[in-house]
């Protein structure tokens, strides 16, 4: 047959949950070892973050980074700074809000290593990469961990213990042979005309290695680019756009065509805006009753969009929430989602709230914020609504009948005879390696699994004995 002389590639290449909205829009969900619907989404092999200046991309890189320290252990982040400006301290800041790191000295638990320009040059950082890369693969049987997928043989499939590498920013790497050109030449000298060239060529090389050595180390690639106008020498030559969702008249700065499309996802941060309350110009969803500054501008809305995805839709405007101390805000970020499809999943009136899921938690203005860093259960709920209303607005391709509201979800749960309690308070929706499972105090359920339960299709694996009412559905 014509197909038996090729080996088949892996049918799965899982991805790592991160949550914030980043998670339903890249991926699918699968069948795990005992019925459950786990998610294959967020994190792919190679992320790339593009946006102009003060656009937040390297928050937006930085939460990837620390939500997959935080949620897989063993994993570590070699972490390569062109630009001069990392430091275990700002790693510290914005992992405060998550739950198993925020308390952990990431250099010293031997997790996080920081390098600069001022150390390697780009290909001295990348050659001891490759050398880390080659001691990984020789060491695969040690570094295996199983994950909750399985092929189409049933073979549950094992990957190697993520390493991540950042490079901050790849528009700022240089090379030893672009930076002999600036020691010998002079600036504006025509010795060094050939610099943007070489420039190019030298990272258009090292993009082209980073798949398969992605891939075959399990080196997780996250790197940064400035975007900034496009030069238009000739104003008379035509106007190509080599992606079509960047906007008129921008360009990526300094990276070659290659980043464009060896990238699994290419997210563009778009645009910041301080988030300031109209009557009282202080911060719109304050920490507690003392941020009250007025004026202040700590509270950014950064609008998004995936410029090229492989595994999701590409040109989706979306918008996180950044704080400029504390990172990305996902709890913040997922109530500002569903608020904007006619307050989806939320009771009460505009001033005081609460979501359907989490009844007995009222919301406002000035407290959703500090309650959803005091509660887990409240965050279990704002992701499980946002990841509700995501899946309604943009997969189509599933069985719509599944789908319900909030509040259908919570009643109906509640008259089966489930414990919201439980479902929010000691549940975790994001997957793990089954190696840390024991570790691991919460159980799984994903949004899906939610919707199945009611369904009467699915009880959670961890939940022996229960056998739930059967009811008529709401």
Not at 106 to 119: E, G, P, Q
Not at 215 to 232: P, R
Not at 469 to 474: A, G, N, P, R, S
Request: net charge neutral; hydrophobic share 35%.
């Amino acid at each position: 047959m014509f197909l038996d002389a090729f080996t088949a590639a892996p049918e799965v290449r899982p991805m790592f949950n991160v949550g914030a909205g980043f998670d339903i829009q890249t991926g699918r969900y699968l069948t795990g070892e005992h019925g459950e619907s786990v998610l294959c989404g967020g994190v792919p092999l190679i992320t790339g973050i593009a946006g102009r200046g003060n656009t937040y991309k390297s928050t937006v890189a930085d939460f990837f980074k620390l939500t997959m320290l935080d949620r897989y252990s063993g994993t570590a982040l070699m972490e390569y700074d062109t630009e001069q400006s990392k430091s275990p301290v700002r790693f510290t800041e914005l992992s405060r809000h998550m739950r198993n790191i925020r308390n952990v000295d990431l250099v010293d638990a031997n997790r996080l290593r920081i390098s600069d320009a001022t150390i390697y040059s780009g290909n001295k950082w990348f050659d001891i990469l490759k050398e880390v890369a080659k001691e990984r693969t020789k060491a695969k049987d040690k570094l295996t961990c199983t994950t909750p997928f399985f092929d189409r043989k049933g073979n549950q499939i094992k990957i190697m213990q993520p390493g991540m590498a950042g490079i901050d920013s790849l528009s700022q790497f240089r090379t030893d042979v672009v930076l002999n050109l600036v020691e010998k030449g002079t600036v504006g000298g025509s010795d060094r005309n050939v610099e943007s060239m070489r420039d190019a060529s030298s990272k258009t090389q090292m993009l082209n290695e980073i798949p398969e050595l992605s891939a075959s180390a399990g080196i997780y690639f996250f790197m940064t680019a400035h975007v900034g106008d496009k030069i238009q020498i000739d104003p008379y030559a035509p106007n190509i756009k080599k992606l079509g969702f960047l906007g008129q008249g921008a360009a990526l700065k300094n990276v070659p065509e290659k980043f464009t499309f060896l990238t699994n996802n290419l997210w563009q941060t778009i645009s910041a805006t301080p988030m300031i309350n109209q009557s009282t110009k202080s911060v719109e969803f304050p920490r507690n009753q003392e941020d009250d500054l007025r004026g202040s501008t700590d509270l950014m809305e950064v609008k998004m969009m995936n410029l090229r995805g492989k595994t999701g839709p590409s040109g989706l405007p979306f918008s996180v929430i950044c704080s400029q101390s504390e990172g990305l805000l996902a709890g913040l970020t997922e109530f500002c989602y569903i608020r904007q499809f006619e307050r989806y999943g939320l009771g009460g009136n505009l001033q005081n709230y609460h979501l359907d899921l989490c009844p007995d938690i009222s919301l406002s203005r000035t407290t959703i914020r500090g309650k959803l860093e005091q509660s887990w259960r409240l965050r279990r709920a704002m992701e499980i609504t946002g990841e509700m209303c995501q899946i309604n607005n943009l997969w189509h391709h599933v069985d719509r009948s599944m789908l319900c509201t909030p509040k259908q979800l919570f009643d109906d749960l509640k008259a089966m005879g489930y414990d919201w309690d439980e479902l929010l308070g000691n549940t975790r929706g994001y997957w793990v390696f089954k190696e840390q499972e024991e570790a691991e105090p919460l159980k799984f359920v994903s949004t899906w699994d939610l919707f199945k339960m009611r369904k009467g299709l699915y009880v959670p694996y961890w939940m022996s004995g229960f056998t739930p009412k059967e009811i008529t559905l709401t």
